[in-house]
């Protein structure tokens, strides 16, 4: 089978759509299909990219859902994704996040055919949906299945959208995380890790932050594993100068690290303060068999009930 799946987000920024992405193109493949992914790239010089993934172009960052994504969008963009679904030829398109302004909403206009969408997004209230709802509806109109990785997905879809959609949680490709050995050269202390966007305020770095005098108090010798895009300086120069000494501030970390950032914490801590629909990292991190706390947001305990027992 032939299968043509969007992505809406850049490919260079790590996140949780890219990876959803990313393990199931590598399912896909291994399963004996053929498979091409339409994603922006920055760079696509310097990225590291899948032969499987095709680059759009470039995005530009927007504020969305609490965030700042960057999105293709265009007649340039919209020219390139109609190329790529002519001569892709494709048996079914998956497409992801078909709301957000970025490829997946081209390519659900664009279309014929077969198509699955999935729905990552979990808001309580969205105007943009609100006011653009009955604008994206001949386009919704086209998808054959529907898919919600969470409960709080799904809501957005049955209150915003109308109609449903199948809830299918996110999931990880267990064998790049199992058996996952630590960072070398790590201190032999107590560690907790954490990874996201040290930048953005809903991933919840400055909560942990603040929480750090007191976790001192407690684990004198205790150290934070943070890696994540963002600007490290910045981050830095936040932590008081009696406490730098207990984080480790590793910036963009590369997808082969990514696994041995869960496996050198002793816990991980997802701090997040809201806007998850899911939260893949709690499930990369237990997936290397890391103890995981985490903030207590509706979409999280989803990913924690898929332990086994």
Known sequence: ?????????????????????????????????????????DDPDEADLPAYVVAAGRAVPVPYNGSVARLAFGPLTLARTRRWLREGAFD??????????????????????????????????????????????????????????????????????????????????????????????????????????????????????EALPELVELVPDVRLLVAGPGDVEEVRETIPAALRSHVDLLGLVSEADLPR????????CAPNTKGESFGIVLIEAMATGTPVVASDLDAFPEPCAMLPG
């Open 92 to 209: 079914v398109l998956h497409i992801h996040e078909p709301t957000v302004p970025s490829l997946s909403m081209l390519a659900c206009f664009a279309a014929s055919g077969p198509m699955v969408a999935t729905f990552h997004t979990a808001t309580a209230r969205s105007r943009a949906l609100q006011v653009f709802g009955s604008v994206l509806q001949p386009g919704l109109e086209k998808i054959t299945g529907r898919i919600a990785v969470s409960s709080a997905a799904r809501r957005v879809v049955v209150e915003h959208l109308g109609g449903d959609a199948v809830l299918i949680p996110n999931g990880v490709s267990v064998a790049r995380f199992q058996g996952a050995q630590p960072l070398p050269d790590q201190p032999p202390v107590p560690t907790v890790s954490f990874l996201g966007r040290i930048d953005e305020q809903r991933k919840g770095l400055a909560v942990l932050l």
């Open 1 to 41: 089978m032939r299968v043509g799946i969007v992505c809406p987000y850049t490919w260079d920024v790590p996140g949780g759509v890219q990876a959803h992405v990313r393990d199931l193109a590598d399912s896909l493949i291994g399963l004996g299909h053929y498979v091409s992914v339409l994603t922006p790239v």
């Open 261 to 268: 950032v869960y496996a050198t914490g002793d816990v991980y």
